[in-house]
């Protein structure tokens, strides 16, 4: 084996132990998003004679904000198949399409949550209301973050190029971004669709 | 030198979120899970938008249709899949799964049994009178 095979053979055992902790980081965060869904779940009932989520939730704005993280979630699948072939251009044209619809999502989601403190139904109407914002609100800043790091993404690869240790990050970024597409499944399905239904 | 990283052939294992294959094997890859993604959320919201179903099967359809698309996003899009060379990667999933039934499952078991048990509040405020 040749020292140049050696050093491949390296950075790619890096790559996948990164990879394999970074998996680590977003399981635990997955325990943490389930605690708060357990809270929510257990206390969905309790409106303390305010607002439910039928009257609530309007599912057409769900839709919305379902199909834009959807969307950036499979164009963030495109900046990853860009990055591994080391083509700038399509990197950041998929990458900044992705906070295009990153950014419209959080907009349509703090629309929502505007217009639901408008009319009386903050976080302290309700315990059901309580564990709303907490659930959904902490998977907000989880796309707040995402979008300030796929921007850092954008720069660096820029400015330093496909270097493998800006791959390694490029990697952790998607897996990043699509657990949040992951839990919005969850949040869409038990949160608005039973919350209406119930 | 160059920096490329090539793959090893016979390598043991793949990180997450890696997929091997052409650039079109890629982007078919992409392209079924977001096909595959967007049938299950629209029979999700056809399932609640219509009154055709009967009402107690709803909350099952919906749960289920969920679970589906979960597992379509982790196999298509993070690309953790049962095959050999992604053993660290299952297993760690299997482990976290089993944390998340056990802090949902038990949180709501045992806070309905308190429930069940618990005198009814009018009747507390009464007794505390």
Redesign the interface.
């Known amino acids: 084996m040749t020292a140049a095979t050696l050093a491949h053979d390296e950075l790619y055992q890096k790559r996948i132990r990164t990879g394999f902790g970074f998996w680590l980081f977003i399981l635990s965060d997955m325990v943490i998003f389930s605690c708060l869904f357990a809270a929510h779940a257990v206390l969905a009932t309790r409106t303390a004679g305010g607002p439910s989520g039928a009257e609530l939730f309007d599912l057409t704005n769900v839709a919305f904000e379902t199909a834009f993280l959807l969307a950036s979630s499979f164009t963030c699948g495109l900046a990853s198949i860009a990055a591994a072939e080391r083509n700038r251009f399509w990197f950041q044209i998929a990458m900044a399409v992705t906070c295009v619809l990153g950014l419209a999502f959080l907009a349509l989601e703090i629309r929502e949550f505007a217009g639901m403190i408008e009319r009386g139904a903050g976080p302290t109407r309700s315990a059901f209301l309580s564990s709303f914002y907490a659930l959904v609100g902490c998977h907000g800043v989880h796309v707040f973050a995402g979008i300030l790091w796929l921007l850092t993404m954008m720069a660096q690869v820029q400015a330093k190029g496909f270097r493998p240790d800006i791959q390694r990050r490029n990697l952790c970024f998607a897996l990043f971004w699509h657990a949040l597409d992951i839990i919005w499944v969850a949040i869409f399905s038990i949160v608005y669709l039973l919350g209406v239904a119930l | ?1 160059s ?6 052939h016979g ?1 043991a ?6 997929e091997e294959g052409s ?1 079109g094997q ?2 078919l890859g ?1 392209g079924v ?2 096909g595959l ?2 049938l299950l ?1 629209a029979t ?2 056809f ?3 219509t009154d055709i179903f009967w009402l107690p099967s ?2 099952v359809a ?2 289920v ?2 679970i589906a ?2 597992g379509v ?2 196999v298509f ?2 690309h ?1 899949t049962t095959g050999a060379d992604n053993t ?2 299952v297993m ?2 299997a ?2 799964i089993l ?2 039934l056990l ?2 499952g ?3 078991w045992i ?1 309905a049994n308190l429930d069940h048990n618990m005198v009814p509040m009018d009747q507390l405020m009464q007794m505390q009178r």
């Open positions: 030198m920096h490329e990283i090539e793959e090893p390598a294992e793949y990180p997450p979120g890696e650039v890629r982007l992409y899970g977001l993604a967007i959320t999700s919201f399932v609640i938008s709803i909350p919906i749960i249709l969920a698309q979960m996003h982790v899009f993070l953790i660290n990667n760690a999933l482990f976290g944390i998340v802090v949902v038990g949180s709501l806070m």
